[in-house]
């Protein structure tokens, strides 16, 4: 079996199960939700908490898009990533590997056709999370008055690298996959990883000047790098090293995380006997 139809059954095998457009719409309602409220605070309300001698830091006006969109990625990424894992683990758990296998045996083609499926589905993933991030963005921008930016060029740059950043993560979701079999495992790290270590991480980082050159190579960090703009370095503390990296330098570190998973993966879990 070649490339092309080691992909077509991918994507059959995904498409016949539900998981993929219940994440889908989970990401949808949490980034409208995130985007909608920060848009509220920052656009709407920001000026006048900011005159009564509210808290709420005051954004600039021409960086507030650009934070409200990349929401899609900077608090998104987490569901491509879960979902490259679940589709990998999910063929260590139920043994589907095996009639796979026996079907194609270059181990390599049937890895190599889950990076481009769920590379596609991670653009998907990135897609829907700008609709849901740029639609009530833009809307509550425009209605307090705020330039909601999406006339100026650099923000469609900036909406296309997230859906890359997207399909890279859930690239790296597969390499997680086959690194760790057990789907429970692999769950329960990608949670604990994307939700408690990396955020505490950057927060120390973003603190301790020694820290931050070391902050900025972290996954989610280099994700943001990639995209432009993120919540997470906008309110970060400023130090020596606190800058982002450029978003070509993110990108090829987030790269670099997608293929040491990969790589690791197959040269471990993947090549195993499976039966």
Same mark, same amino acid.
């Given at each position: 079996m070649n490339i092309v139809a080691a992909v077509r059954a991918e994507f059959s095998k995904i498409l016949t199960v539900r998981l993929w457009w219940v994440l889908l719409i989970v990401l949808a309602g949490y980034v409208a939700f995130t985007a909608g409220i920060l848009a509220l605070a920052f656009g709407g309300l920001g000026d006048q908490l900011g005159a009564g001698g509210g808290d709420v830091p005051q954004i600039p006006d021409a960086a507030l898009p650009p934070i409200i969109y990349s929401i899609a990625?900077?608090?998104g990424y987490v569901f491509p990533v879960l979902f490259g894992t679940l589709a990998t683990t999910a063929e260590f758990r139920h043994q589907t590997l095996t009639p796979t296998f026996l079907a194609t045996p270059r181990r390599g083609v049937v890895l190599a056709a889950k #990076?481009?499926?769920?590379?596609? #589905? %991670? %653009?998907? =993933?990135g897609i829907v999370a700008l609709v849901a991030s740029v639609g009530p963005g833009a809307s509550i921008l425009a209605a307090t008055?705020?330039?909601? %930016?999406?006339? &100026?060029?650099d923000t469609w740059l900036l909406l296309a690298r997230v859906v890359l950043v997207m399909a890279i993560w859930a690239i790296i979701g597969v390499g997680l996959g086959a690194l760790i079999p057990s789907q429970v495992a692999a769950i329960v790290i990608v949670l604990a990883f994307t939700q408690f270590v990396e955020p505490i991480l950057r927060l120390v980082s973003s603190f301790? &000047?020694?820290? +931050? %050159?070391i902050g900025q190579y972290l996954p989610g960090a280099a994700g943001d790098a990639l995209v432009g703009s993120s919540i997470f370095s906008s309110f970060s503390a400023p130090s020596a090293g606190a800058a982002m990296l450029e978003w070509w330098q993110g990108g090829l570190v987030?790269? +670099? =995380? +997608?293929i040491a998973a990969g790589a690791i993966g197959y040269l471990t879990s993947w090549r195993r006997d499976v039966t």
């Amino acid at each position: 079996m070649n490339i092309v139809a080691a992909v077509r059954a991918e994507f059959s095998k995904i498409l016949t199960v539900r998981l993929w457009w219940v994440l889908l719409i989970v990401l949808a309602g949490y980034v409208a939700f995130t985007a909608g409220i920060l848009a509220l605070a920052f656009g709407g309300l920001g000026d006048q908490l900011g005159a009564g001698g509210g808290d709420v830091p005051q954004i600039p006006d021409a960086a507030l898009p650009p934070i409200i969109y990349s929401i899609a990625s900077s608090v998104g990424y987490v569901f491509p990533v879960l979902f490259g894992t679940l589709a990998t683990t999910a063929e260590f758990r139920h043994q589907t590997l095996t009639p796979t296998f026996l079907a194609t045996p270059r181990r390599g083609v049937v890895l190599a056709a889950k #990076f481009v499926t769920l590379a596609v #589905f %991670g %653009g998907l =993933y990135g897609i829907v999370a700008l609709v849901a991030s740029v639609g009530p963005g833009a809307s509550i921008l425009a209605a307090t008055g705020r330039d909601t %930016g999406l006339g &100026d060029s650099d923000t469609w740059l900036l909406l296309a690298r997230v859906v890359l950043v997207m399909a890279i993560w859930a690239i790296i979701g597969v390499g997680l996959g086959a690194l760790i079999p057990s789907q429970v495992a692999a769950i329960v790290i990608v949670l604990a990883f994307t939700q408690f270590v990396e955020p505490i991480l950057r927060l120390v980082s973003s603190f301790v &000047d020694w820290a +931050a %050159g070391i902050g900025q190579y972290l996954p989610g960090a280099a994700g943001d790098a990639l995209v432009g703009s993120s919540i997470f370095s906008s309110f970060s503390a400023p130090s020596a090293g606190a800058a982002m990296l450029e978003w070509w330098q993110g990108g090829l570190v987030l790269l +670099a =995380y +997608a293929i040491a998973a990969g790589a690791i993966g197959y040269l471990t879990s993947w090549r195993r006997d499976v039966t």
